[in-house]
């Protein structure tokens, strides 16, 4: 019987159906779905696709659409009691019905509809806010490091500007209407949060967008595609996707404005800005012309380069959606010295320059309009701090995501007026935030043909697609005309007291002059109007908005700034922003420093300039005299007519115009070098790609001639290694702690994302770096004799053999550091610039560096008779003809496809190496010993799932090696090995590794490293050896599928950390991380007895972060000890019998390195430096005060920062003097504000040009 019970329930127990298993998820699915997640990020994937959330989302939108009626049915009913009066100003919901309606019918078709006022959009819901994950941490609270395999992140679009989720609707409650009914405008902020990406990344509107840009992008749009692209440099200045027609192009046809097809063709090849022939320029013309589908050679009959040209040139200039070039002589008023005499106006010809409003029509409907963002927002970041509890924390990048652009907005939509012939308009007011640049640059090599564009950009469009050379968004508005020499000669006819030998002070003025006039001429009357009204524009979409047009930065070198802040170039108060003295300027960094930039501001003094002007013009008066200066030297002021207050009104801010720059302030800096470090220089290999990255140092870097700005910046970065022994203790370690805070100054300073953990950080390093250069002023300048460059000893006596005192002396003077410079003072300006314009990439003044490349090729074009007219003539030609081909954006779509790919090894059979020969070659060579038996190994370890810990898998036996079947004996050699990595700022870019110029590359630390030594260096480094591919087979009894598969893997050669007592590393000491080669020891393993190495092995390319850095530490030499071996090896260079003791690991390369070493990366996720945090906070006496009417709000208020920094803390044998903490950085500044500096000696501040 119990055998009978036992039986029927075994029978019930499978028959009975199954249960559904009980979950401890963190984040379930809606009922009755029962789907779990331990991650927010998986949640939200599967609720995308998931029946129960959909019937959800219909039946809440339901009782919402109920609930809607029923509050307008008391509503109507609510109005019905009211006079007719009130009841015929009120909207009916028949209209808001209409409303909705045509905006729903204009989403669901291609075509725009007719132009129709911006429509009441939906109402849209506040979100609630992501809750990360928390950090696991140790007992330590060391957070727990990535394990073993490396998990490469793909960058995500940001989550839509919609509702995705269900959230609750903030509702309006309106006041019961009494009897005596009063007039109160009630501004309503509809609000939209949206839901986190898997990043953590999410944005705070402060008013629903009509228009959400961001919503089509793809995965491959956050590829650099730019930097990435195969087209030739010199290719067509405008080569970009296709995009949604325009309202005003809708109408034209394919090949306007040409007859046909095929002219089209030709004059689209004609003018893609080649300026030589070459075997490119042929291919170009035979596959995008000759070959094309749409060519047809009877369609040339009668062809002529220049009809067409003319043809082209006649059919823009009818266009109205185009912006034309037109010329206009500029009049400037010449002081003429006497009262008898009335003032005269001259003309200078040759001012070529386009209509603003034009212009900015014409980039609301171009090939990157549907790009732009209409309504600006907050950006943040859910953070967790070093107890895993998450905070929200601010995020800066993008120039429409700035408080500056948000502070206009609302101000715009509070105060925007409409004009008095539309005061009614109910049209959607947005903001065009114009972005001006100029620079004067040379057109030729040889002869002194020089150009000086105005550019503009509109901050609306994403700084990502701005910052490409070919994207077509950098416009040209004017090209400044020069001062003829002839006028001279002009001016001393009208001004007798001129003195032709000596025209300094009145051509300065003339120039000033030449300047604001020109400004006066682009901010016409035109823009003055919709500057203070809005112009009406029909966008993309096909919606009429209200843009108001607003001056966002205008980025310059310095003395440009001087010139268009209208104040005396280096004079007493030498800053465009603030009044600090000149002989001030080296308190960087200080609290009276920081409180004289916020509260001394420098503003345009119109009276005084008035009555300065009057004293020159009316009265006679010299630009020297008392009655001038009297009024002018207290702010340094010049008597000149400022062109923006005086159109713009008196309101508008100079200071807030002019953003730092980065490239003419800080990368164009140097100082003399030592005569041993030009050996060492050319020594540093190079990093990354030719454009962005590390260069040959090729000349003696101790000259500094011909040097570009990208040439101080790889100074920069590579200077740690090469400066170390060259001064004598404790000179060195003063200098090795200034280099590398510069240094890290500089990535903070150059990021193109920050949080305000990074701008803390920015901020307090500001002041350390402030209190370092007085340091080594004071304490190791003073020790020793500098002098000038030869060059420079040379240029001086030059200048004296030209002037009126020929006696020069002959010998190099005395230099001293001199830190009274304006640039120096500049430097206390970029936390608070990158809090209110955004990252410094946005504005920086590369950007019109880069443009000077087209208008230098389209000079090459013309025949040098009025190169400005022809330039811009070319330029016009270019925006109307060049499209993106379709072959071209293939390619661009195919290369995005590789990007997420983690590595690409390309897997041609062209150079097949046979193992065996491979290794019989050269038998004693130490690289190869065991190199069979070791991929043997790799390879059986990779399919057996073995978690990586550096190939050292002693329990395999020889039998399981023979399981390893490698196809004919043949690995197959590459040389090129390109890595993908999500960057810190969430995009996607690559490293290409060379096995001979950069081979070395970085992993993660393994797992069981790390959990022995939780103080390990979060990463590996290694040397490439060899880059392979083969054809293996796993056989015997464990093998699962005897298939033959393609394995890739890196033959490498590894370094470790150095450990030394007398030598520490990490941000907290101011040292770079040191490594050096494995020495080469041979261990016999207990199982096989074979002798191995583990300075060789093979490596998964899955594993690989990036390519890493490496300099030679220069000052430890070189040695035999690591590889004692003095012939032939794979592991050195054909001419090389030694290894450097020692490399640095540049975490200063690029900054997405320096990011990943920091650990403040967004992007990063687990492949990051993970290591004790330091809190660094900034000092609240150095806030700014908010420059915005009202602070953003955040349901966190107070941040906590917490800062990793590198593991090893080790001091060494540093002194207390020379470890400088930011903890001791106010202790001595109290000291150093009483100090005087008697520095007499210049700095030379010269600005070289070079194109970027």
């Known amino acids: 019987m119990r055998i009978f019970i036992y039986v029927v329930a075994l029978i019930l127990v499978f028959l009975m159906p199954k249960q559904p298993k009980s979950t ?141 989720i269900e959230g609750s609707q903030t509702a309006i409650e309106e006041e019961t209407i009494t009897s005596t009914i009063r007039r109160v405008i009630l501004i309503v902020w509809d609000q939209l949060r949206t839901p986190p990406n898997s990043f953590g990344l999410w944005r705070k509107y402060p008013k629903r967008p009509s228009f959400d840009p961001d919503r089509q992008l793809k995965p491959e749009d956050l590829v ?28 034209k046809p394919p090949f306007w404005p040409f007859l046909n097809q095929t002219v089209h063709l030709l004059m689209s090849w004609l003018n893609n800005g080649a300026t030589s022939k070459s075997e490119e320029e042929t291919n170009r013309l035979v596959k995008d012309c000759i070959l094309s589908p749409n060519f047809c050679v009877d369609d040339l009959v009668g062809f002529d380069t220049h009809c067409e040209n003319c043809r082209l040139d006649r059919e823009v200039s009818k266009s109205d959606s185009l912006a034309q070039f037109t ?8 002081p003429t010295g006497s009262r008898e005499t009335q003032n005269v106006t001259h003309p200078v010809p040759g001012f070529l320059h386009r209509k603003l409003t034009d212009v900015i029509r014409e980039a609301f409907n171009d090939h990157l309009a549907h790009k732009l963002h209409y309504t600006p927002f907050h950006h943040f970041y859910q953070a967790s701090n070093k107890d895993g509890q998450p905070h929200n924390e601010r995020v800066y990048g993008e120039a429409y995501s700035s408080d500056k652009c948000i502070s206009e907005y609302k101000h715009i939509q509070q105060h925007g007026e409409n004009p008095p012939d539309d005061a009614n308009c109910k049209r959607e007011k947005g903001i065009a935030l114009l972005m001006f640049s100029s620079d004067a640059t040379s057109l030729a090599d040889f002869g002194n043909a020089t150009a000086w ?65 020109m400004w006066r001429m682009l901010l016409d009357d035109d823009f003055v109007h919709a500057y203070r009204y809005g112009m009406v524009i029909q966008c993309i979409d096909g919606i009429e908005r209200r843009i108001y047009p607003r001056i966002f930065s205008y980025s310059a070198d310095y003395p440009e700034k001087a010139l268009l802040a209208t104040i005396r170039d280096k004079g007493t108060f030498p800053c465009p922003r603030c009044l600090v003295k000149k002989d001030e300027m080296d308190k960087l960094g200080q609290a009276s420093d920081n409180q004289t930039r916020f509260a001394k501001i420098q503003k345009y003094l119109a009276t005084r300039v008035a009555s300065a002007r009057r004293a020159i013009y009316e009265l006679g008066m010299s630009f020297q005299s008392m009655s001038v200066c009297l009024n002018l030297d207290e702010v340094s002021a010049t008597p000149m007519v400022n062109a923006f207050v005086e159109r713009l009104g008196n309101s508008f801010n100079l200071s807030d115009m002019l953003p730092v720059d980065l490239l003419h302030e800080i990368e164009l800096a140097g100082n003399s070098l030592a005569a041993q470090l030009d050996e060492r220089y050319r020594q540093v290999p190079t990093f990354g790609r030719s454009g962005s990255g590390i260069r040959q140092f090729f000349a003696n870097s101790s000259e500094m001639k011909q040097m570009a700005a990208r040439d101080y910046k790889d100074l920069l970065l590579c200077a740690i290694p ?27 300073a150059k990021l193109r994302m920050h949080t305000e953990g990074s701008l803390n950080l920015l901020q307090s390093l500001t002041r350390e770096i402030g209190t370092l250069f007085r340091q080594f002023r004071e304490k190791s300048c003073s020790c020793f004799e500098t002098t000038e460059l030869p060059r420079e000893a040379a240029a001086r006596q030059r200048r004296k053999a030209s002037s009126q005192n020929p006696s020069a002396n002959s010998h190099s003077r005395l230099k001293r550091l001199n830190l009274n410079l304006v640039k120096f003072h500049f430097m206390g300006d970029y936390f608070s610039h990158i809090r209110w314009f955004g990252t410094t990439d946005s504005y920086t003044t590369q950007l019109a560096e880069q443009s000077h490349r087209q208008v230098k090729q389209l000079y090459g074009l013309t025949n040098k008779q009025k190169p400005a007219h022809q330039i811009g003539a070319r330029y016009i030609r270019q925006r109307v003809l060049h499209k993106a081909k379709e072959e071209e954006l293939e390619e661009i779509h195919k290369d995005s496809q590789l990007f997420a790919q983690h590595h690409i090894i390309p897997h041609n059979l062209d150079e097949p190496i046979d193992m065996y020969s491979f290794v019989s070659n050269n038998p004693d060579d130490p690289a190869k010993k065991n190199f069979i038996q070791k991929l043997r190994e790799h390879i059986l370890g990779r399919i057996m799932s073995r978690p990586f810990d550096g190939d050292m898998h002693d329990d395999f036996s020889n039998a399981d090696r023979n399981t390893i079947r490698i196809r004919n004996g043949r690995i197959y050699r590459h040389r090129t090995f390109r890595v993908n990595y999500t960057t810190y700022d969430v995009r996607r870019d690559h490293n290409t590794l060379f096995t001979r110029n950069q081979p070395f590359c970085m992993v993660p630390t393994p797992a069981a490293v790390l959990a022995e030594d939780p103080k390990a260096h979060p990463f590996w480094h290694a040397q490439v050896l060899g880059l392979f591919h083969a054809e293996v087979q796993h056989i015997g009894s464990k093998s699962s599928d005897l298939t033959w598969k393609i394995v890739e893997f890196l033959w490498v050669r590894w370094l470790g950390e150095e450990h030394h007592e007398d030598y520490g590393s990490g941000r907290n000491i101011a040292r770079l991380p040191k490594v050096s080669f494995i020495e080469d020891l041979d261990v016999q393993s207990e199982d096989s007895g074979i002798e191995d190495s583990y300075a060789f092995s093979f490596l998964d390319p899955s594993l690989v972060v990036r390519a890493a850095h490496l300099i030679p530490a220069f000052s430890g030499g070189r040695t035999s000890r690591l590889l004692p071996y003095q012939g032939r090896t794979e592991a050195r260079g054909d001419e090389e019998k030694d290894d450097w003791v020692n490399y640095y690991v540049n975490i200063f390369a690029d900054c997405d390195m320096f990011m990943r070493h920091l650990g403040l990366g967004v992007g990063h996720q687990h492949c990051t430096a993970a290591s004790a945090s330091l809190p660094i906070l900034a000092d609240p006496q150095d806030n700014p005060p908010s420059r915005e009417g009202e602070d953003y709000e955040m349901e966190n208020d107070t941040a906590v920062l917490s800062l990793p920094v590198d593991v090893d803390q080790n001091h060494g044998d540093m002194d207390d003097e020379d470890m400088l903490n930011i903890s001791d950085i106010n202790d001595s500044e109290d000291a150093e504000d009483d100090e005087d500096d008697t520095d007499s000696g210049d700095f030379r501040d010269e600005d070289s040009y070079g194109d970027m």
């Open 453 to 517: 564009p105005i550019y503009m950009m509109l901050g609306n469009l994403s700084k990502y697609d701005r910052a490409q050379p070919r994207s077509g968004a950098m416009h040209h508005i004017a090209y400044i005309p020069k001062i003829p020499d002839s006028f001279i000669n002009i001016i001393a006819k009208i001004n007798k007291s001129f003195r032709p030998n000596r025209p300094g002070p009145m051509m300065a003025h003339c120039r000033r002059e030449l300047m604001h006039a």
């Open 24 to 164: 401890s998820h963190k984040f379930s699915c809606v009922r009755p779905c029962v789907k779990g997640y331990g991650k927010a990020s998986g949640l939200a994937h599967h609720q995308a696709t998931c029946p129960h959330v959909h019937n959800c989302h219909s039946r809440h939108a339901e009782r919402l659409s109920q609930s809607k009626d029923s509050r307008a049915t008391l509503k109507e009913a609510s109005l019905a009691r009211l006079p007719p009066q009130i009841q015929a100003s009120s909207p009916s919901k028949s209209f808001q019905g209409q409303l909705a309606s045509r905006h729903q019918s204009f989403l669901n078709t291609p075509t725009p509809s007719p132009v129709q006022p911006n429509p009441a959009p939906p109402a849209l819901h506040s979100l609630p806010p992501r809750t990360p994950e928390p950090v696991k941490t140790t007992s330590s609270g060391r957070r727990v490091r990535l394990p073993g395999h490396y998990h490469d992140h793909l960058p995500e679009p940001p989550r839509p500007a919609s509702p995705s």
């Open 722 to 748: 090469c400066f170390e022994g060259l001064l004598p203790e404790p000179h060195n370690k003063r200098l090795m702690t200034l280099l590398y805070r510069l240094a890290e100054w500089h990535a903070l």
């Open 224 to 251: 650099n595609h730019g930097r990435l692209s195969s087209t030739s440099s010199h290719g067509s200045a405008l080569d970009v996707p296709s995009n949604p027609k325009s309202p005003q192009q809708s109408s």
């Open 327 to 334: 010329e206009s002589s500029v009049n400037i008023p010449i």
